[in-house]
């Protein structure tokens, strides 16, 4: 049977997406057999990370519908072979979703695959419930910042006591993934910091992910930056699918870098 993750977060625009297709890809590169759903129907965006938007034809919902096959609405990625995605539909309503339906996709799903990451949509209405409903383990992508950390302490809430683990007596493994950590703006006051946030949300950390101008960049060409060899970002997002994997990784990029004059006046995150 498959392991359920579910990839959420409280506030919109902290890069649970990114992170969704990076942990996907990073899966699939170790040699796991993962599928992505993207639940954020209306919206979706997954596939423009993958790179995979002009190969969509059927959807999750069309799937829950009886309007297509899992088959048909599987999209293999073009960079692993072991990775797939099931798009959101762009034109229907959340309420489109349903529990059984989820729960007869997931069943299907874990058939054949290791892993399943639910892409949840931010926030805590239907369409982040019924991504985690299920989840065996669940990622909590947040920013360093008061609004996001907050946020995600309501999603802790929700895991604790809206999912299918919480009700049958059990709990829903906790993973945080810090993004966009810049150690230089903590180092002056400006970011919370990784003790910070831990304190406050007191998840074991899977994760940091240094702000870097390479997510952006990954993100514009459809390619989702762990394949983006040599840069920060894609070096945090592999440690991380180590730590994912039960495999201990020494933290990287919690302290500034001591650069030189030269670096300082060209250089910059990659």
Do not use: W
Request: glycine share 8%.
């Amino acid at each position: 049977m498959a392991k359920i993750i579910v990839i959420t977060s409280g506030k919109g625009g902290v890069g649970k997406t990114t992170s969704c297709a990076s942990l996907g890809s990073g899966l699939a590169l170790r040699g796991y057999k993962t599928v992505m759903i993207d639940f954020d129907v209306g919206l979706r965006n997954l596939d423009l990370v993958l790179g995979c938007e002009r190969r969509v034809v059927y959807d999750l919902v069309n799937v829950i519908q009886g309007e297509a096959s899992l088959h048909q609405a599987l999209i293999r990625d073009k960079r692993a072979d072991d990775l797939f995605m099931l798009p959101a539909s762009q034109t229907r309503d959340k309420d489109a979703l349903t529990l059984e339906g989820v729960d007869q996709v997931i069943q299907a799903l874990s058939i054949d695959f290791d892993y399943i990451l639910c892409d949840s949509p931010a926030g805590i209405e239907r369409g982040a419930q019924l991504a985690m409903y299920f989840a065996d383990e669940a990622v909590l992508v947040t920013n360093p910042e008061v609004s996001s950390v907050r946020d995600t302490d309501r999603i802790i809430g929700l895991l604790q006591a809206k999912t299918q683990a919480a009700k049958n007596g059990g709990k829903v493994k906790e993973h945080l993934l810090l993004t966009r950590y810049n150690s230089q703006r903590v180092a002056e006051g400006e970011m919370l910091s990784l003790e910070d946030v831990q304190d406050i949300l007191s998840v074991p950390l899977m994760g940091l992910i240094p702000e870097s101008e390479s997510v952006l960049k990954a993100s514009n060409k459809g390619v989702p930056v762990i394949h983006e060899e040599g840069s920060d970002a894609s070096i945090a997002y592999k440690d991380a699918v180590s730590r994912l994997l039960g495999e201990e990784v020494p933290l990287k990029f919690v302290e500034p870098e001591k650069t030189g004059f030269l670096n300082r006046m060209f250089g910059g995150r990659k």
